[in-house]
């Protein structure tokens, strides 16, 4: 028997390899992806350093500039090095994908590559690309300005380049979630996923798209033509239609599932799902508020409706929605059944999960449901409300909700960690089996295999970036005086 607790170097491999399918014995690429091992160490001591280095400052209020950090307000420059070295680590498992897939491609010419990998790779493809932005703010502007080396700085510049990276890193927080819903939710519920071709079409278009529209965030920024954020409003609209494939696919998947199980109607069938799996159910009650996640994100990316919600609460309802559910409610889902496959132990409470994955939906809807409300009543976002001097009265029925909700939130978060420490400290059942990836109901080979392929999709990108940011960008750049001083307001 083998010694469950501790993950084995060959466990780990064996579930890398699970991403790439299963050869004959499971085993046949071993070899091969050992070699990454240290490639994968140093990725991991790069991003903690720099985790841990963006943290002081931060925890030392030497970086009080909240997660967009825009200029001019200023943050320790370690703030700055810390956060690029994170994001330098993220390219470091581009490369350790890119390795670990030309090696199965070697070994597998012909082959459709399996759905979660081609996700996965197009994932960190898109992230590589995004994130140049970012690298730019940091390393041409932020550090050197924070170091003293360059007396000022620009704010429509730093915000410009953060959003080509900003909007596209809400992708990179979400496609790991469409991951797991179109490769292991459909079988969890006892389905089949509906098209394998039209999940990697939708990927593509990710890819394609994701990084075009930074600017449906800069609509009230002066200084940026009318006709490019109208551009970006509509490349909104574009990539919008990836995810309504996303929904139609992974429902479709369900409903597999549900009516496998026995479901009948319309929409009964809904409650046929296998709702005392609490990985499942986290995930299902995840998608489910996402749907108000999306459809709010419209109302933001609309031009002219944008001028009546941006800066409001209604922002914050919005990305609690997505960011805060969609993404939060599935990851947690997700290490459900992930950590107590590492750790090779049971979870230590299934009912309590259950329990922990409806608090959440039920506090996140108040939550979020008064914040967008109390948005399109005016009230502000990233402003200490309470002690406001101009607080409406038509906010005040709705702000005991926002306390409420995030009661129920902080309630539900401790019941998950509470969950997850014992899971690793304390259970005694047995763990459960490394899940394999959902059969679909029309497979790989009856998409096109141009779906397949790299080079095209990667050209299309690069031309389409330069399309929808090469001239802003280029004139921002000759225009731009470098002169704003730094402040702290904290
Ligand atoms: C599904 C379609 C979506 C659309 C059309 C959309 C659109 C937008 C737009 C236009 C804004 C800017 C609002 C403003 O500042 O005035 C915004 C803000 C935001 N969105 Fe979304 N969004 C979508 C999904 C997502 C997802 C999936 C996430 C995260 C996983 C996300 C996270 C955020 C965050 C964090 C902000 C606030 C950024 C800030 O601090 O200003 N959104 N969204
Ligand atoms: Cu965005």
């Given at each position: 028997m083998t010694d469950r607790t501790r993950l084995h170097e060959d466990e780990l491999a064996f579930l890398h390899l699970d991403l790439f399918g299963h050869s004959d014995d499971g085993r046949g690429l071993l070899d091969g992806l050992l070699d990454l091992y240290e490639l994968a160490w140093m990725t991991y001591g790069l991003m903690t350093g720099g985790l841990v280095l963006a943290a002081i400052p931060l925890l030392g209020n030497a970086a009080t500039v909240m997660f967009t950090f825009y200029p001019p307000l200023q943050a320790h420059w370690a703030f700055y090095v810390g956060l690029t070295l994170v994001v330098a680590g993220t390219w470091l498992v581009t490369l350790h994908l890119v390795l670990t897939y030309r090696t199965w491609r070697a070994q597998h010419p012909g082959e459709r590559t399996p759905l979660a990998a081609f996700m996965t790779v197009i994932t960190f493809a898109m992230w590589s690309i995004a994130s140049l932005g970012l690298a730019a703010e940091m390393l041409l502007m932020l550090i050197p300005w924070s170091l003293g080396w360059q007396r000022g700085t620009d704010p429509l510049l730093a915000r410009t380049l953060f959003w080509f990276t900003g909007h596209p890193i809400v992708y990179f927080w979400l496609l790991p979630t469409y991951v797991s819903w179109y490769t292991l939710v459909p079988r969890q519920a006892g389905g089949k996923l509906f098209s394998d071709p039209m999940a990697r079409g939708s990927f593509i278009l990710f890819l394609l798209?994701?990084?075009?529209?930074?600017?449906h965030h800069q609509f009230?920024?002066?200084?940026?033509?009318q006709g490019w954020k109208l551009t970006h409003a509509f490349l909104t609209f574009a990539v919008f239609f990836p995810s309504l494939l996303t929904f139609f696919n992974v429902v479709a998947s369900l409903e597999s599932g549900a009516r496998a199980r026995g479901g009948r109607g319309l929409l009964a069938w809904f409650a046929k799902l296998p709702w005392s799996d609490p990985s499942l159910t986290a995930q299902v009650l995840a998608m489910l508020l996402f749907a108000f996640g999306g459809i709010g994100g419209l109302v933001n990316a609309s031009y002219s409706l944008n001028l009546v919600v941006h800066n409001t609460a209604y922002i914050v309802g919005h990305f609690h929605l997505t960011v805060g559910t969609a993404v939060t409610l599935s990851f947690m889902g997700i290490t459900y059944w992930f950590v107590p496959v590492l750790r090779g132990r049971?979870?230590?409470?299934p009912r309590l999960a259950l329990v922990q994955s409806w608090l959440w939906f039920v506090g996140m809807g108040l939550f979020s449901f008064a914040l967008h409300d109390l948005g399109i009543l005016g009230m502000p976002r990233r402003t200490m409300i309470s002690a406001a001097p101009y607080i409406q009265p038509e906010w005040q029925a709705l702000r005991p909700l926002v306390g409420i909700g995030g009661s129920i939130l902080f309630v539900s978060a401790l019941l998950y960690f509470l969950n997850m420490l014992l899971t690793c400290v304390a259970s005694h059942t047995p763990a459960p089996e490394t899940p394999a990836c959902a059969e679909a109901?029309?497979?790989?080979?009856?998409?096109?295999?141009?779906?397949?392929?790299?080079r095209p999709w990667l050209i299309l990108t690069a031309v389409l970036l330069i399309l929808a940011y090469g001239h802003p960008l280029v004139h921002l750049v000759s225009n731009t005086p470098l002169n704003v001083p730094g402040m702290r307001v904290w």
């Open positions: 798209l994701s990084t075009l529209v930074g600017m009230t920024d002066p200084g940026i033509g049971g979870l230590w409470s109901l029309s497979g790989p080979e009856e998409g096109p295999a141009m779906l397949d392929r790299w």
